[in-house]
């Protein structure tokens, strides 16, 4: 078994790295000015307040200086930085000469800021550990290879031992009953902060099969992470598949922000090893031998039948005798690492740097040694301190204190242990705000983005994103009100109507200014997850009242508020200046979307700067697919409209105007999250066979058109059926806005569609339509794909054109246009049948005779936004096909 090379792992690590810092970026920046903005919940122009003469004597110094610099507000400054962590981010994924030391280091340094005043929004344990692991990667990047990087990298596996062992160990050492008893699970998928559609799911397991998932997450946690030390690659490879499944498991039953993805990316650290060529089955034989009796003796576990019921096991472990065992553990992971961090800091020393070593290597091995040295010591400190007995250890040294504390500060050495408490054993307390515009009512509930509420509402899916005001009410509901300031911060602001701070709840039912919230009040109940066969995904339990009913004038809220500094009358020295005032006003306008335009503008100058030849990866039709339908959406939606008219009474204009005045501008992108799902499903599969498949044939000639079209129609025949399930909730979606208020079905986005159609029509009502939608797939992508190719083959044969821009366009318009004559008639046919109620048409020849009896241009209805539609849909698609195929795709490996 061989294992990847050195640099191959150090660039996965690295790009890793990046996509998961661009996702915390992006996933707080539209977050800040409800959370911590000059009218948010809790605003950091306090902690910005400071009387010292040096600035980085106070806190928050870089926040402090940007904000003088470019007169910008707290909040304006921490959006800068979030964009300018985007940038730099995408930046370094495209130009891997900037992933270095000094784009790591700086990123951290823009998150951290974040980080700090952010407050109790910030401090999850992600947080901490992107900062911690970020560190680590900057380390690792430096500003070349080397062959310091296998010190690098072994500094990552041992964070990572670190990590996991404290999350596994630390549940038994905080004496939690759930845990010690094996029943932690079955309360943790209902009373986790924000569980996931998997989670009500997971919740139903039989108890025999989550007793037996609690003792995996033992094994997991605390018996494999010191393997992660041990250089053999058939262990590790055992140990990284382990681990691996487990984070997916967490991920799929939790959103746990990016906590998971962050552990995956550096979980690749474990596959740069050494080989072990001799000695190499015994030694992991022994390994395998020791794991097997680790199992046995050091965690076991009694099996206990009953007549009558299903087995159960029970953890035959004292406590004093697991803590001997954590001791244990402890001192052989530091032990292991230091062991082999001599060894491996020795043996680059000997091997890379020989006599004709220039200064830089000198150097590098130099500062990764220290770096990865200090790291340790300091990272170990936590891990001792898990125990009362060991931390005795440490509380004796105090320089090692002093500077830990330092470390810890900047967030470079963190303890780690989630869900080491298990609570949730009566159901989750959830709080419930309820407004009304007068004390008598109607009293309305308020429901959040991800938490719950609605008892019908499915549990989101929301990771990596991390909506920190949902999570924190979670927290909340298990003390009072006043002790959770952001709390009252909170019902203040919504019965303002603050813009900023209403952005983050999902439904606030008094925006209408001529009835306005003037009283709040909450409740608290207890959620659990309902039965199976049960239509609703909660039922709740009535506790007590958690806040009694405030009104708009509250002067002992207003004076808390203030005291509290939340609120602020003085004038801030922090004012916005241009720069400042245009950010807030188009962040205002958009509502946040400015990121992800900024992010998709930057993305698209980079790729018009690299013009090298590379061939296309099998993913890149999907992606390109997915971007064009996010542009060319409202189209797609008059299209769908129009086709399913009764009476074609309205024109396009007329149509576009209806949705206008009866549903808004956003009206017009009404299912987009279904269109992306729809692409990248559809096109991902089509265009993946088609360019993968034909990369196989022989490529002396151009093949011949025949070819070409049997392997668009075979590609188009499989990406309709993959991609039916998509379509299917994309024409629903674009389709609900003109059924009446009462029948539309609301799905909330793709995932919710798909989940909801599952649940309440059945699993194979998602392939509705499937043998009309493959049929039009089959004719699509030989419209599209094969005359593509045998167009644009044509003209540069014939000299009429070269290979630029100007002949894909005429190209893809050209294919475009055969495409819509060649589809529309099924096109019609499918969208009827796709948007009938149950049983109104008997099958494919009923629609076919129905469709026929409104005349002959009834296949055709709808042809001119189809094609306006399909067209620059078609261009767009390959456009960024070639661009993605470009910048992204890779190099043809040279011919032997």
Request: net charge positive; aromatic share 14%; glycine share 6%.
């Amino acid at each position: 078994m061989t294992t990847l090379g050195t640099n191959r792992i150090k660039r996965c690590i690295l790009y890793g790295q990046l996509i998961i810092l661009l996702f915390a970026f992006t996933s707080i920046y539209p977050q800040i000015h409800g959370l911590f903005g000059e009218r948010g919940l809790l605003p950091v122009s306090p902690m910005l307040e400071c009387e010292e003469e040096s600035i980085f004597q106070c806190r928050l110094p870089l926040l402090r200086f940007i904000c003088n610099l470019f007169h910008l507000s707290p909040s304006v400054g921490l959006q800068l930085f979030s964009l300018i962590g985007v940038c730099l981010s995408a930046l370094a994924i495209h130009k891997p000469e900037c992933q270095n030391l000094v784009t790591f280091l700086t990123l951290y340094f823009l998150y951290r800021t974040i980080y700090e005043a952010g407050g109790v929004f910030m401090y999850y344990q992600w947080d901490a550990f992107l900062l911690e692991s970020t560190v680590y990667v900057a380390v690792l990047a430096w500003f070349d290879d080397g062959p310091a990087d296998s010190v690098a990298l072994f500094s990552i596996v041992a964070l990572l031992v670190r990590v996991i062992f404290m999350t596994g160990a630390s549940k038994l050492l905080s004496k939690c009953p759930a845990w010690w008893n094996l029943t932690a699970l079955d309360y943790h998928f209902e009373s986790q902060p924000l569980p996931t559609p998997f989670s009500w799911y997971a919740h139903h397991f039989p108890p025999f099969f989550k007793q037996l998932a609690t003792i995996a997450i033992y094994y997991f946690e605390i018996i494999l992470p010191p393997l992660f030390l041990i250089p053999v690659i058939h262990v590790r490879y055992v140990v990284f598949f382990c681990q691996i499944l487990l984070m997916i498991l967490t991920m799929l039953t939790g959103n746990n922000g990016f906590f998971n993805y962050n552990i995956i990316i550096l979980l690749v650290s474990l596959l740069e090893t050494p080989r072990v060529p001799v000695g190499a089955p015994l030694l992991s034989a022994l390994v395998f031998g020791k794991l097997g009796y680790d199992l046995a003796h050091r965690m076991p576990v009694k099996l206990v039948t009953t007549e009558g019921s299903l087995p159960s096991f029970v953890l035959n472990l004292s406590y004093d005798t697991f803590q001997k065992l954590a001791i244990y553990y402890i001192d052989m992971i530091i032990i292991l690492t230091a062991l082999m961090f001599s060894i491996i800091n020795a043996y680059t020393v000997l091997k890379g740097l020989g006599s004709q070593a220039r200064v830089s290597k000198i150097v590098h091995v130099a500062f990764v040694a220290a770096c990865v040295l200090l790291l340790n010591i300091y990272g170990s400190v936590p891990l001792l301190r898990m125990d009362e007995k060991l931390a005795q250890r440490t509380n004796e040294n105090p320089m090692i204190m002093s500077y830990y504390k330092i470390a810890n500060s900047w967030s470079v050495a963190n303890p780690y242990g989630t869900y080491r408490h298990m609570t949730g054993q009566h159901g989750r307390p959830e709080i419930v705000i309820e407004g009304a515009p007068n004390f008598d009512g109607p009293w309305k509930e308020i429901e959040f983005k991800a938490k719950p509420g609605s008892l019908s509402r499915r549990p989101e899916f929301v990771s990596p994103h991390h909506p920190r005001l949902d999570a924190q009410m979670y927290y909340a509901a298990e003390g009072t009100y006043q002790q959770n300031p952001f709390f009252l911060s909170l019902v203040y602001h919504l019965m303002q109507n603050t813009t900023e701070v209403v952005s983050l709840i999902e439904n606030y039912p008094f925006k209408n200014r001529s009835e306005p919230m003037q009283f709040v009040r909450a409740k608290l109940y207890m959620y659990h997850f309902t039965d199976i066969g049960d239509k609703n995904w909660w039922r709740r339990d009535f506790q007590e009242e958690y806040m009694p009913p405030f009104n708009k004038g509250n002067q002992a809220l207003m004076k808390f508020l203030v005291e509290n500094k939340i609120i602020n009358n003085k004038k801030s020295q922090f004012v916005n200046g241009p720069l400042g005032k245009g950010m807030k006003q188009w962040h205002r306008l958009t509502g946040g979307a400015d990121l992800i335009a900024f992010f998709i503008s930057v993305m698209i100058l980079l790729m018009v700067e690299d013009k090298t030849k590379r061939l296309g990866r099998w993913y890149f039709g999907g992606v390109a697919g997915a971007m064009a339908a996010v542009c060319t959406h409202p189209l797609d939606l008059l299209k769908v409209q129009l086709q399913t008219q009764q009476q074609g009474k309205l024109t396009i204009p007329q149509l576009s105007l209806k949705i206008y005045k009866n549903d808004g501008f956003f009206a017009f992108y009404n299912g987009v999250s279904a269109s992306v799902l729809r692409q990248l499903t559809y096109s991902t599969t089509r265009f993946g066979i088609y360019e993968t498949v034909k990369k196989q044939l022989p490529q002396d000639k151009p093949l011949p058109f025949y070819q070409k079209a049997l392997l668009a129609g075979f590609a188009g025949a499989c990406g309709g059926i993959v991609g039916t399930p998509g379509d299917l909730v994309n024409v629903r979606m674009q389709n609900d806005s003109k059924l009446p208020p009462a029948e539309r079905r609301n799905y909330k986005h793709a995932i919710d569609g798909l989940v909801r159609i599952t649940r309440e029509e059945g699993f194979m009502k998602m392939f509705n339509g499937c043998t009309m939608a493959t049929s039009r797939a089959i004719l699509m992508t030989i419209g599209q794909l094969s005359f593509y190719d045998q167009i644009k083959q044509t003209l540069i044969s014939t000299g009429v054109a070269e290979d630029n821009l100007q002949t894909h366009f005429a190209s893809s318009i050209s294919a475009a246009s055969v495409a819509t004559v060649m589809t529309q008639p099924l096109d019609v046919m499918k969208t009827r049948m796709m948007n009938a109620a149950p049983g109104e048409f008997k099958g494919i020849l009923d629609c076919f005779m129905f469709t026929a009896k409104l005349g002959p241009m009834g296949f055709f209805k709808g042809f001119i936004p189809a094609w306006a539609r399909l067209a620059p849909h078609t261009v767009l698609t390959f456009i960024f096909f070639e661009q993605l195929r470009l910048n992204f795709g890779y190099s043809p490996l040279p011919k032997a």
